[in-house]
């Protein structure tokens, strides 16, 4: 069992930065790819990034990519997402998520374990 609770969302200019933390409870953390997804409002909850449980192997949505970077700290038992460049179209409740898969899972159904979000807002 792994419990997960995100922090760092906030309201943030177009083309600030804002960095999300994931912590994790459990022994295990070092041995599940964790992902974060977004979900905006009337819209389905989306892939964002994922990092394998290594931290070597990386996958990032074209959306985001050049823009955010994932990161792991297995002796913290937390995952991060930095952004940077935000834009009025990332804002959404931002989601972390762990996954027992092999590699960087990028599809909901992957993921066991899910945190209740963050809201981030991007003001135009």
């Known amino acids: 069992q792994v419990q997960l609770v995100e922090s760092g969302g906030g309201l943030v200019q177009a083309g600030g930065s804002l960095r999300l933390s994931c912590a994790a409870s459990g022994r295990t953390f070092g041995t599940y790819a964790m992902g974060w997804f977004r979900q905006a409002p009337g819209k389905e909850r989306e892939f964002v990034v994922a990092?394998?449980?290594?931290?070597?192997?990386?996958y990032y949505a074209d959306s985001v990519k050049g823009r955010f970077t994932i990161s792991r700290d297995n002796a913290k038992n937390t995952a991060y997402l930095q952004m940077n460049s935000l834009k009025p179209e990332d804002t959404a409740v931002y989601y972390c998520?762990?996954?027992?898969?092999?590699?960087?899972?990028?599809?909901?159904?992957?993921?066991?374990?899910w945190g209740r979000g963050t809201q981030v807002t991007v003001s135009g």
């Open positions: 998520a762990a996954s027992t898969r092999i590699g960087v899972p990028r599809i909901i159904a992957d993921y066991k374990y």
């Open positions: 990092v394998s449980w290594s931290g070597a192997e990386t």
